[in-house]
């Protein structure tokens, strides 16, 4: 299997452009959760699906931020409009069942100035 | 809060040496602890999860102990290699599949 894969890898934008973030999980997962690195604050979790279902998305940042999981094999993180502080890398995992190993994708490093 | 903390934040050995990255965690209702690998630029790479009923996990020549009332792990690295270098994370899953992290320890292996 490919692993989980995402898209762009690199993203520049300006303050106040939208900002779409793509990730395809490993066939057969049947969760995907959205996480967010920073300097800062390190790792933080922004999102979760189950079964394409959102379970808990307590850590999206504000309203600016939205997520979506049409199928199991495709989701979406828009920021919209994007402020410097979005800065980060995103990344996406999945994994097959509950509380079992997160399989990481290789993140999207975003920019926004 | 879950809050998971991991001491040192940075730690440099030479080659062939011993060593152990310690975690910390405040709640100890947890479903399982993970160790994660992160290179420079990349993903992270799950090295070993223990469930919560579980004390170690090995895995070639990584070793994970949990002890889950103390709220503590370690990753015991033996005979560390210069390939051993990236930064390693640690995170607990409570009752909700979501994954806590530590800020990690940047390991430098020096040849």
């Known amino acids: 299997d490919a692993g989980v894969i995402q898209s762009p890898r690199h993203e520049v934008t300006e303050m106040g452009q939208e900002v779409t973030l793509r990730c395809k999980p490993i066939?057969?997962?049947?969760?995907l959760f959205w996480y967010r690195q920073t300097m800062m604050r390190g790792l933080e979790l922004l999102i979760y699906f189950n079964n394409n279902v959102p379970i808990d998305d307590s850590g999206m940042p504000e309203d600016r931020f939205s997520a979506k999981m049409p199928n199991a094999s495709f989701s979406t993180l828009k920021i919209q409009p994007s402020e410097p502080r979005d800065s980060a890398v995103y990344f996406c995992?999945?994994?097959?069942?509950?509380?079992?190993?997160?399989?990481f994708g290789p993140g999207t490093r975003l920019l926004v100035l | 809060k879950q809050e998971v903390t991991q001491i040192p934040a940075a730690l440099s050995v030479p080659e062939g040496e011993n060593l152990v990255l310690n975690c910390s965690f405040t709640d100890s209702a947890i479903y399982n602890l993970q160790w994660f690998r992160q290179d420079p630029g990349k993903g992270l790479t799950s090295l070993l999860l223990i469930q919560s009923s579980q004390r170690e996990q090995t895995s070639g020549r990584l070793n994970a102990s949990l002890d889950k009332s103390s709220g503590r792990s370690t990753l015991y690295i033996a005979a560390s290699q210069p390939g051993d270098s990236a930064t390693y994370l640690c995170?607990?899953?409570?009752?909700?599949?979501?994954?806590?992290f530590g800020k990690g320890t940047k390991l430098t292996v020096n040849p």
């Open positions: 066939s057969g997962h049947n969760s």
């Open positions: 995992a999945s994994s097959f069942g509950n509380f079992e190993t997160q399989y």
């Open positions: 995170a607990v899953e409570g009752g909700s599949e979501k994954l806590v």
